[in-house]
């Protein structure tokens, strides 16, 4: 499986930039994916550099770069630290993390990540897990399922969607992509269908696979793990995940809550090198259209 086939990295070069790669230096690269970023970061480094990758699903584990400089983690990065700790590594320069979901699991039909086209309703960015899409759909309450749509997807009526879901899973089952649409048709919106099913689907997987609860994890982990000087380079793609690691980037905590010392001066052990959020260029989007919504966030260690 190719990496262009499997996910286009993302804003490539200003990642690169972003890590500040020493020759010699340990880097993590928290989404492996395909391998884009991976490869990149290798080119920079030196023989005695060294780049461990983590990826949950087992898809991209056959991405990983046949290299003495590399270790493919085949973990959840919400283990980081751990991860790190089994294979004796206490301190690394640089932390690189792609979040949201690649190309190919969107081009996986199978997996149940669009809503285009009828494929069982899975979502699993690990396949070995056992809960699926379709468990939360069809047992979750009204006011479980309200509240992620509200939460994960930042939708309205939000009530109307889940009443509309439960009187199609009274009728029977829905274990398809196409029956979640078909069920949430009469509170789809004709003129925003795309945008509100993309909110939807979104607000599934990010409740199934706990992003948000592995995204605070692993940044919270990332700050116990770095080098002085080391940065944290993250680029997400919608506002719940910015908004985490901007405020995390920013005070220390996913709250965005600034401590301070006895003498009132901020104790934050980051210091933001990107004051605003990179973005893609024109070029880049037009050649790579999902990375439309990308925004890139670099912080460094005190």
């Known amino acids: ?3 262009e086939t499997y ?18 230096g340990i880097y993590v690269d928290l989404t492996m994916g395909g391998g884009g970023h991976t490869r990149e970061i290798l080119k920079h480094l030196g023989e005695k550099g060294h780049l461990y990758s983590f990826d949950q699903d087992p898809d991209a584990a056959a ?23 089994e294979r004796g590594v206490k301190g690394v320069d640089g932390i690189l993390a792609d979040l949201g979901v690649s190309s190919h699991h969107f081009d996986a039909k199978h997996r ?24 939360i759909v069809n047992n979750y309450s ?15 009526t939000t009530w109307k969607i889940a009443n509309c879901i439960e009187r199609a899973r009274n009728s029977e089952p829905i274990t398809t992509t196409a029956q979640l649409v078909e069920a949430v048709k009469p509170c789809t919106p004709p003129k925003d269908e795309a945008k509100f099913l993309t909110k939807l689907f979104q607000a599934l997987r990010i409740e199934l696979n706990g992003e948000m609860e592995a995204l605070k994890m ?4 990332s700050i116990k793990v770095l080098n002085p000087e080391g940065r944290l380079v993250i680029m997400s793609y919608h506002s719940l995940e910015d908004r985490i690691v901007k405020n995390f980037m920013r005070s220390g905590n996913s709250d965005g809550k600034i401590e301070k010392d006895f003498y009132g001066r901020s104790t934050t052990p980051l210091k933001v090198i990107s004051r605003k959020a990179i973005v893609p260029s024109d070029q880049e989007i037009e050649r790579n259209p999902r990375s439309r919504s990308a925004k890139l966030r670099i912080a460094e260690m005190l």
Do not use: W
Request: charged share 25%.
């Open 63 to 85: 991405n990983a770069p046949d290299d003495p400089r590399h270790t493919f983690v085949a973990s959840n990065f919400r283990f980081l630290r751990g991860a790190l700790r």
């Open 218 to 221: 692993a940044l919270e982990q």
């Open 7 to 24: 996910h286009i990295p993302v804003m490539k070069e200003e990642c690169i930039e972003g890590l500040n790669i020493k020759p010699d």
């Open 112 to 135: 149940g990540f669009s809503f285009r086209g009828d494929a069982p309703l899975d979502m699993r960015m690990n396949t070995r897990a056992g809960r699926t899409a379709a468990d």
């Open 142 to 156: 009204n006011e479980a399922l309200a509240t992620i749509f509200s939460q994960y997807g930042e939708l309205d």
């Open 1 to 3: 499986m190719g990496i």
